[in-house]
């Protein structure tokens, strides 16, 4: 039975896309992150991603995820750089156990924020590094992808999912009768943001919105910190549904607050590390002593 579960994983994880928040809340956690930089910020940005398509950070915040089909061997080299699953069940980050040779989501964030402060690098390894730490800072803060449940971030946990939002082309064969076959994992990446119906700039406003005028609630914390976050929050806030069958859309709806709130925190912490990375006059915001 065990070799048969270690089989069925093996095939989730060789099938399922390494995404986290789909599209929708990468672009989200870049534009929200994009207005919280200082000028010297913004310009340095603007000149690294001189030549863009879309020369923002929403609008670089899914290039991790399109190397798949950009360039399908970068894609498979990086492709463990977007979780962590955590060994032993336990929340709290162990690199020796939870991200060996450093292809970790924890680590890569350190290593490519690292690439990008050093001016001595070329403009391009500059530009792929800040490209990752906006896509990694996304990653990092959806809850499936700081898993401790041994299932693949909630890739081989099976639901059907009564949604109104079609499915990405390569999964249309599993959409039928408004029914989804698809997993925990997925319905996190796509539906939990994407049942709202919102473009991402007009939800970008709304997110907006929702912290001007209010003291700053989110730590500044580290990589390490934030995995640990989204770990304990999958069962504080009882991400598993209690049933695989026929899910609706008020689960997403439920789940919401939490999605939004851990874009809101990504876009936060995102824009401190540019800031700090890329202005030499900048001081990050100091965290209280947790009590």
């Not at 894609?75 to 690199?95: I, L, R």
Request: charged share 25%; glycine share 6%; hydrophobic share 40%.
């Amino acid at each position: 039975m065990k070799t048969a579960h270690l089989l069925l994983l093996a095939t989730v994880l060789l099938a399922a896309p390494a995404i986290a928040w789909a599209p929708l809340g990468h672009r989200l956690v870049g534009d929200l992150a994009q207005r919280q930089l200082t000028p010297t910020a913004q310009r340095e940005v603007k000149r690294l991603l001189a030549g863009e398509k879309e020369a923002s950070l929403a609008g670089v915040a899914n290039w991790a995820d399109q190397l798949r089909t950009l360039d399908p061997v970068r894609f498979k080299a990086t492709s463990k750089w977007h979780y962590v699953n955590h060994a032993n069940q336990q929340c709290v980050f162990n690199a020796e156990a939870d991200c060996k040779d450093g292809n970790c989501v924890v680590t890569q964030i350190d290593r490519q924020l690292a690439i990008l402060k050093d001016a001595s690098q070329p403009i391009a390894a500059r530009r792929d590094a800040l490209k990752f730490v906006v896509h990694l800072v996304g990653d990092v803060h959806q809850p499936m992808h700081s898993s401790d449940h041994g299932d693949a971030g909630g890739n081989a946990y099976q639901v059907s999912l009564k949604t109104r939002v079609e499915p990405e082309a390569y999964a249309k064969d599993k959409y039928k009768n408004g029914v989804m076959g698809t997993n925990l994992h997925s319905m996190w990446d796509y539906y939990v943001l994407g049942e709202t119906g919102l473009k991402s700039r007009e939800y970008t406003d709304k997110l907006w919105a929702a912290t001007q005028g209010r003291p700053r609630a989110t730590r500044v914390g580290n990589p390490a910190e934030w995995a640990q976050e989204s770990c304990e929050l999958v069962d504080a806030w009882g991400v598993y549904p209690e049933s695989h069958e026929e899910n609706s859309e008020a689960y997403s709806k439920a789940m919401r607050p939490l999605a939004e709130r851990r874009v809101m925190q990504g876009g936060f912490r995102l824009a401190v590390l540019l800031n700090a990375a890329l202005d030499p006059a900048y001081r990050a915001p100091v965290d209280m002593p947790q009590k």
